[in-house]
Protein backbone atom coordinates (compact mmCIF):
# COMPACT_ATOMS: atom_id res chain seq x y z
CA UNK A 1 0.00 0.00 0.00
CA UNK A 2 1.31 3.49 -0.78
CA UNK A 3 2.46 5.49 2.52
CA UNK A 4 0.34 8.85 2.60
CA UNK A 5 3.49 10.16 2.83
CA UNK A 6 4.51 9.61 -1.07
CA UNK A 7 0.69 10.42 -2.12
CA UNK A 8 -0.05 13.73 -3.75
CA UNK A 9 -2.72 15.77 -1.52
CA UNK A 10 -5.76 17.46 -2.87
CA UNK A 11 -5.16 20.61 -3.72
CA UNK A 12 -7.51 21.71 -6.29
CA UNK A 13 -7.74 24.62 -6.69
CA UNK A 14 -11.54 24.94 -5.69
CA UNK A 15 -12.87 27.38 -2.63
CA UNK A 16 -10.76 27.09 0.05
CA UNK A 17 -11.42 28.77 3.22
CA UNK A 18 -8.68 31.70 3.61
CA UNK A 19 -10.22 33.70 6.44
CA UNK A 20 -6.34 34.16 8.69
CA UNK A 21 -4.48 32.66 5.98
CA UNK A 22 -0.90 34.93 5.85
CA UNK A 23 -0.41 36.79 2.50
CA UNK A 24 2.86 37.85 1.24
CA UNK A 25 5.02 38.89 -1.50
CA UNK A 26 8.28 37.66 -2.95
CA UNK A 27 10.12 39.64 -0.58
CA UNK A 28 8.06 37.78 2.27
CA UNK A 29 6.64 41.82 2.72
CA UNK A 30 3.10 41.15 4.11
CA UNK A 31 -0.04 42.62 2.80
CA UNK A 32 -3.41 42.88 3.43
CA UNK A 33 -5.81 41.64 1.33
CA UNK A 34 -7.45 43.74 -1.01
CA UNK A 35 -11.03 41.82 -0.87
CA UNK A 36 -12.62 39.85 2.04
CA UNK A 37 -11.46 36.54 1.61
CA UNK A 38 -14.12 34.10 2.45
CA UNK A 39 -15.10 31.64 -0.48
CA UNK A 40 -11.84 33.38 -2.34
CA UNK A 41 -9.02 30.74 -3.99
CA UNK A 42 -5.83 30.20 -1.63
CA UNK A 43 -2.60 31.82 -2.28
CA UNK A 44 -1.78 28.67 -3.95
CA UNK A 45 -4.25 27.98 -6.17
CA UNK A 46 -2.29 29.46 -9.47
CA UNK A 47 0.45 26.63 -8.78
CA UNK A 48 -1.67 23.64 -9.21
CA UNK A 49 -3.22 24.77 -12.48
CA UNK A 50 0.02 25.54 -13.62
CA UNK A 51 1.41 22.10 -13.10
CA UNK A 52 -1.66 20.60 -14.42
CA UNK A 53 -1.30 22.53 -17.50
CA UNK A 54 2.69 21.89 -17.64
CA UNK A 55 1.46 18.21 -16.98
CA UNK A 56 4.02 18.58 -14.09
CA UNK A 57 1.59 18.34 -11.42
CA UNK A 58 1.87 14.01 -10.84
CA UNK A 59 5.84 14.57 -10.84
CA UNK A 60 6.29 17.81 -8.67
CA UNK A 61 3.49 18.06 -6.06
CA UNK A 62 5.05 15.09 -3.70
CA UNK A 63 7.87 17.19 -3.19
CA UNK A 64 6.09 20.93 -2.78
CA UNK A 65 3.74 19.15 -0.11
CA UNK A 66 6.60 17.68 1.51
CA UNK A 67 8.65 21.17 1.32
CA UNK A 68 5.26 22.70 2.64
CA UNK A 69 4.88 20.10 5.62
CA UNK A 70 8.38 20.02 6.70
CA UNK A 71 9.17 23.72 6.31
CA UNK A 72 5.80 25.12 7.38
CA UNK A 73 3.25 27.54 5.50
CA UNK A 74 4.86 31.02 5.38
CA UNK A 75 8.27 29.75 4.15
CA UNK A 76 7.95 29.17 0.84
CA UNK A 77 7.83 31.09 -2.59
CA UNK A 78 7.12 29.20 -5.79
CA UNK A 79 7.69 30.12 -9.46
CA UNK A 80 7.31 29.10 -12.96
CA UNK A 81 9.45 30.03 -15.42
CA UNK A 82 8.63 29.60 -19.06
CA UNK A 83 10.94 29.71 -21.83
CA UNK A 84 11.86 28.42 -24.99
CA UNK A 85 13.40 25.71 -22.97
CA UNK A 86 10.09 24.93 -21.19
CA UNK A 87 8.97 25.46 -17.54
CA UNK A 88 11.46 25.74 -14.56
CA UNK A 89 9.42 25.62 -10.90
CA UNK A 90 11.42 27.44 -8.67
CA UNK A 91 11.42 27.25 -5.00
CA UNK A 92 12.45 29.90 -2.58
CA UNK A 93 12.82 29.28 0.97
CA UNK A 94 13.12 32.01 4.09
CA UNK A 95 16.30 31.22 6.46
CA UNK A 96 15.58 33.50 9.09
CA UNK A 97 17.35 31.54 11.86
CA UNK A 98 20.35 30.42 9.28
CA UNK A 99 19.35 27.08 9.72
CA UNK A 100 21.29 24.41 7.22
CA UNK A 101 18.35 24.24 4.46
CA UNK A 102 20.28 22.19 2.56
CA UNK A 103 20.17 19.57 4.92
CA UNK A 104 16.71 20.17 5.92
CA UNK A 105 16.27 19.24 2.04
CA UNK A 106 17.76 16.42 1.78
CA UNK A 107 15.41 15.04 4.38
CA UNK A 108 12.35 16.06 3.25
CA UNK A 109 12.76 15.38 -0.31
CA UNK A 110 13.92 11.77 -0.25
CA UNK A 111 12.63 9.79 -2.20
CA UNK A 112 11.11 12.53 -4.82
CA UNK A 113 14.84 14.08 -5.12
CA UNK A 114 18.22 14.38 -4.30
CA UNK A 115 20.84 17.02 -3.38
CA UNK A 116 24.03 16.73 -4.59
CA UNK A 117 26.42 15.52 -1.64
CA UNK A 118 29.11 18.21 -2.81
CA UNK A 119 26.68 21.50 -1.95
CA UNK A 120 28.32 23.35 0.61
CA UNK A 121 25.97 24.57 3.65
CA UNK A 122 26.96 26.90 6.08
CA UNK A 123 23.26 28.59 6.99
CA UNK A 124 25.39 31.67 6.45
CA UNK A 125 22.17 32.90 3.86
CA UNK A 126 18.93 34.48 4.11
CA UNK A 127 16.82 32.45 1.78
CA UNK A 128 17.63 29.43 -0.32
CA UNK A 129 16.66 28.39 -4.05
CA UNK A 130 16.09 25.42 -6.03
CA UNK A 131 14.99 24.68 -9.72
CA UNK A 132 13.24 22.26 -10.74
CA UNK A 133 14.44 21.93 -14.32
CA UNK A 134 13.41 19.48 -16.82
CA UNK A 135 16.60 17.99 -16.03
CA UNK A 136 16.26 17.67 -12.61
CA UNK A 137 13.13 16.06 -13.55
CA UNK A 138 14.91 13.31 -15.59
CA UNK A 139 18.02 12.52 -13.79
CA UNK A 140 16.15 13.19 -9.97
CA UNK A 141 18.98 14.95 -8.77
CA UNK A 142 19.51 18.95 -7.84
CA UNK A 143 23.07 20.12 -9.06
CA UNK A 144 23.09 23.31 -7.72
CA UNK A 145 21.32 25.52 -5.59
CA UNK A 146 20.91 29.60 -4.82
CA UNK A 147 22.36 31.34 -2.16
CA UNK A 148 20.35 34.68 -1.17
CA UNK A 149 22.01 37.03 0.54
CA UNK A 150 20.78 40.61 1.86
CA UNK A 151 23.52 43.25 1.28
CA UNK A 152 24.30 46.36 3.73
CA UNK A 153 20.92 47.72 2.97
CA UNK A 154 17.68 45.60 3.10
CA UNK A 155 16.83 46.17 -0.18
CA UNK A 156 19.84 44.92 -2.21
CA UNK A 157 20.28 41.05 -3.01
CA UNK A 158 23.72 39.27 -4.25
CA UNK A 159 22.32 36.05 -5.36
CA UNK A 160 24.90 32.95 -5.39
CA UNK A 161 25.11 29.81 -6.94
CA UNK A 162 26.91 27.01 -5.14
CA UNK A 163 27.53 23.48 -6.55
CA UNK A 164 30.31 21.11 -7.57
CA UNK A 165 32.18 23.89 -9.74
CA UNK A 166 31.80 25.98 -6.33
CA UNK A 167 30.27 29.29 -5.69
CA UNK A 168 29.68 32.51 -8.40
CA UNK A 169 27.35 35.56 -8.33
CA UNK A 170 24.60 35.28 -10.77
CA UNK A 171 22.27 38.48 -9.66
CA UNK A 172 22.54 41.82 -7.92
CA UNK A 173 19.05 42.80 -6.93
CA UNK A 174 17.91 46.27 -6.03
CA UNK A 175 14.43 46.67 -4.70
CA UNK A 176 12.93 49.93 -5.09
CA UNK A 177 8.97 51.56 -4.48
CA UNK A 178 8.00 51.46 -7.95
CA UNK A 179 6.03 54.84 -8.43
CA UNK A 180 7.86 56.93 -5.06
CA UNK A 181 11.89 55.94 -6.51
CA UNK A 182 11.58 55.73 -10.06
CA UNK A 183 14.50 58.29 -10.15
CA UNK A 184 16.74 55.74 -8.25
CA UNK A 185 15.28 52.99 -10.49
CA UNK A 186 15.63 53.93 -14.42
CA UNK A 187 19.45 55.40 -14.00
CA UNK A 188 20.52 51.46 -12.97
CA UNK A 189 17.90 50.52 -15.76
CA UNK A 190 19.78 52.15 -18.58
CA UNK A 191 23.40 51.30 -16.93
CA UNK A 192 22.42 48.07 -18.80
CA UNK A 193 25.23 45.88 -20.08
CA UNK A 194 22.40 43.79 -22.20
CA UNK A 195 20.79 46.75 -24.10
CA UNK A 196 21.59 49.66 -25.29
CA UNK A 197 19.27 52.61 -24.14
CA UNK A 198 21.03 55.39 -26.34
CA UNK A 199 20.03 54.09 -29.22
CA UNK A 200 16.55 53.76 -29.90
CA UNK A 201 14.39 55.81 -26.71
CA UNK A 202 11.50 52.94 -27.40
CA UNK A 203 13.56 50.20 -26.31
CA UNK A 204 12.82 51.66 -22.11
CA UNK A 205 9.06 51.07 -22.96
CA UNK A 206 9.92 47.73 -24.00
CA UNK A 207 11.88 46.84 -20.38
CA UNK A 208 10.39 48.74 -18.05
CA UNK A 209 6.81 47.90 -19.06
CA UNK A 210 3.88 50.20 -19.14
CA UNK A 211 1.26 47.56 -18.24
CA UNK A 212 2.66 46.50 -15.45
CA UNK A 213 4.08 49.45 -14.23
CA UNK A 214 1.29 50.20 -11.46
CA UNK A 215 2.72 47.90 -9.08
CA UNK A 216 4.01 48.21 -5.35
CA UNK A 217 7.69 47.65 -5.76
CA UNK A 218 10.55 46.72 -8.72
CA UNK A 219 13.05 44.27 -7.83
CA UNK A 220 15.95 45.36 -10.86
CA UNK A 221 17.76 42.13 -11.48
CA UNK A 222 21.51 42.25 -13.33
CA UNK A 223 22.60 38.81 -14.69
CA UNK A 224 25.30 37.28 -16.53
CA UNK A 225 23.25 37.98 -19.93
CA UNK A 226 20.46 39.18 -19.33
CA UNK A 227 18.45 42.05 -16.99
CA UNK A 228 15.18 41.44 -15.49
CA UNK A 229 12.16 43.39 -13.39
CA UNK A 230 10.17 41.98 -10.95
CA UNK A 231 6.98 43.58 -11.21
CA UNK A 232 6.10 42.88 -7.14
CA UNK A 233 1.97 43.98 -6.45
CA UNK A 234 0.59 43.46 -9.15
CA UNK A 235 -3.76 42.94 -9.30
CA UNK A 236 -5.28 40.37 -10.93
CA UNK A 237 -6.66 42.38 -13.88
CA UNK A 238 -2.38 42.86 -14.68
CA UNK A 239 -1.87 39.12 -13.78
CA UNK A 240 -3.92 38.03 -17.07
CA UNK A 241 -2.70 40.58 -19.15
CA UNK A 242 0.94 39.28 -18.27
CA UNK A 243 -0.05 35.72 -18.59
CA UNK A 244 -1.54 35.97 -22.19
CA UNK A 245 1.29 38.52 -23.02
CA UNK A 246 4.03 36.18 -22.50
CA UNK A 247 2.14 33.18 -23.62
CA UNK A 248 1.93 31.15 -20.02
CA UNK A 249 -0.21 27.68 -20.76
CA UNK A 250 -3.70 28.81 -22.25
CA UNK A 251 -5.43 26.73 -19.25
CA UNK A 252 -3.55 29.00 -16.70
CA UNK A 253 -5.04 31.94 -18.61
CA UNK A 254 -8.39 30.84 -19.02
CA UNK A 255 -8.31 30.04 -15.25
CA UNK A 256 -7.45 33.87 -13.87
CA UNK A 257 -10.24 35.05 -16.23
CA UNK A 258 -12.38 32.46 -15.24
CA UNK A 259 -12.03 33.04 -11.69
CA UNK A 260 -11.15 36.77 -11.01
CA UNK A 261 -13.54 37.26 -8.73
CA UNK A 262 -11.64 34.84 -6.69
CA UNK A 263 -8.66 36.02 -6.84
CA UNK A 264 -9.07 39.86 -6.84
CA UNK A 265 -8.33 39.60 -3.17
CA UNK A 266 -4.18 38.79 -4.05
CA UNK A 267 -1.58 40.63 -4.86
CA UNK A 268 0.76 38.98 -7.77
CA UNK A 269 4.43 39.10 -8.28
CA UNK A 270 5.98 38.56 -12.01
CA UNK A 271 8.99 38.53 -13.45
CA UNK A 272 10.29 39.34 -17.15
CA UNK A 273 13.74 38.95 -18.22
CA UNK A 274 14.86 40.92 -21.22
CA UNK A 275 18.05 41.60 -23.30
CA UNK A 276 19.04 43.20 -26.83
CA UNK A 277 19.35 41.17 -29.61
CA UNK A 278 20.25 43.03 -32.82
CA UNK A 279 17.89 46.22 -32.79
CA UNK A 280 14.89 44.74 -30.64
CA UNK A 281 14.50 43.58 -27.29
CA UNK A 282 13.63 39.92 -26.69
CA UNK A 283 12.19 38.57 -23.48
CA UNK A 284 13.94 35.26 -23.33
CA UNK A 285 12.32 33.93 -19.74
CA UNK A 286 9.21 35.45 -17.86
CA UNK A 287 7.91 34.15 -14.28
CA UNK A 288 4.80 33.91 -12.43
CA UNK A 289 5.32 33.89 -8.72
CA UNK A 290 3.21 32.84 -5.64
CA UNK A 291 3.40 31.49 -2.04
CA UNK A 292 2.88 28.00 -0.04
Known amino acids: MEHPRHRPADSAAGP ?36 NA ?5 RWEPAVQALKRGLGRGRTIWGASVSAAGTTWRLRMANPA ?8 RAELDPWLSIAPS ?4 GAYDLLEIDLSPEVAASGRVETVKQH ?8 LA ?93 LVDFARRERERLDHLL ?4 VAYRQEGAAIIYPETTLYGAL
Do not use: M
Open 268 to 271: FDVE
Open 159 to 251: IWEVGPAGRRRVDEVLIVEAKREIGLALPRIKASQVVDFSGDRSRLGHALIPELFACRYLHLCRRDNTDALVYSGINVDQLTWFLARFDHPAA
Open 98 to 105: RDRLVEAL
Open 54 to 58: ACARE
Open 119 to 122: IDDD
Open 149 to 156: LRGEEPRT
Open 16 to 51: RPTAGERLFDLAFVPYRPLRPTTGKASRDALLWVAL
